[in-house]
């Protein structure tokens, strides 16, 4: 039996409509996206519109009481805590209103990872390059592009990178439930099934279910638009793609690379815009009672 305070992440792939122009709120130089790595863009971001892009000042980040929007011109990384030779840049923290932690680990060449602090849990998701994890047993599993670890917590690991890699990591503190339990779980995305989800305008790949004891998930959707609102927070970064994202009141373009935190019950919307698919990663709560 499993328990976990509240992880649901979604890959969201969104499938739109060539456009006639190139030309765009998201447009930047052509590039042969065939020949490159599958999230490049995630960790070689441009800023939009490219001729900002050495403008004085200029970001596309807002922080406000129920949402946050934190684009790549605003990371800022400093060496991780307990990791060696890894730069760490906190996306998502408490310090905004959020009950979890998310950020962007990338390990050099012969780095190796640290310990969560005592009764945190982790989950940990490539999105470049590849590195090698080792638990308990002295088993090792490599992690690559699209892998997924979630390590129970006070569960020893380490994640040691020969080259180099980029991780996005979330961590938040334990909730027990009655007697369950969570369990060390490794895993990839583009090992599951299709889903049909009756009524609804998207398709998707089920990696881990949410279950009460669990509570964690990792899926991938296909789907054109989807309005929200819900007491759950959510942390997602944008893998692929571009579109219009709605958070309150408030509309922002918004483009591979980019973080959003959302409040409980913060109006949400997202369409899909340009001439490629849109996916993301979507951290949820579930199966906690709010009190």
């Not at 060390?184 to 889903?195: A, H, Y």
Request: charged share 20%.
């Amino acid at each position: 039996m499993r328990s976990l305070h509240l992880i649901v992440f979604i890959i969201i792939s969104l499938f739109v409509k060539a456009s006639k122009s190139d030309d765009g709120f998201c447009s930047a130089p052509s590039i042969d996206e065939k020949t490159k790595p599958i999230y490049w863009k995630v960790t070689n971001p441009t800023l939009s519109p490219s001729h900002l892009q050495d403008l004085p000042g200029y970001t596309r980040s807002v922080y406000k009481r129920d949402h946050a929007l934190i684009t790549p011109e605003s990371h800022v990384y400093s060496p991780l805590p307990d990791w060696t030779n890894t730069l760490g840049a906190y996306l998502i923290t408490p310090a905004m209103g959020s009950h979890f932690v998310m950020y962007f680990a990338k390990m050099k060449g012969m780095s190796s990872s640290g310990l969560p602090p005592k009764d945190i849990e982790r989950l940990v998701f490539v999105v470049e390059g590849a590195v090698p994890l080792t638990n308990t047993s002295c088993s090792s599993q490599k992690l690559t592009v699209d892998s997924y670890a979630y390590l129970p917590p006070n569960f020893y690991h380490s994640l040691d990178c020969v080259e180099s890699a980029t991780l996005v990591v979330f961590e938040q503190r334990y909730e027990h439930l009655g007697s369950h339990t969570t369990e060390f779980i490794v895993g990839s995305t583009d090992k599951q099934p299709l889903l049909e989800t009756p009524g609804e305008s998207f398709i998707t790949i089920e990696i881990l279910i949410p279950s009460v004891p669990f509570r964690f998930c990792l899926l991938k959707w296909f789907w054109n638009v989807k309005q929200e609102v819900h007491y759950n927070q959510h942390g997602l970064l944008l893998l692929e793609g571009q579109g219009l994202y709605r958070l309150g009141d408030n509309w922002y373009p918004v483009e591979a690379g980019d973080v959003i935190w959302m409040a409980p019950f913060v109006p949400q919307w997202y369409a899909a815009l340009g001439k490629t698919r849109s996916r993301y990663l979507l951290y949820k709560d579930v199966n906690r009672n709010p009190l």
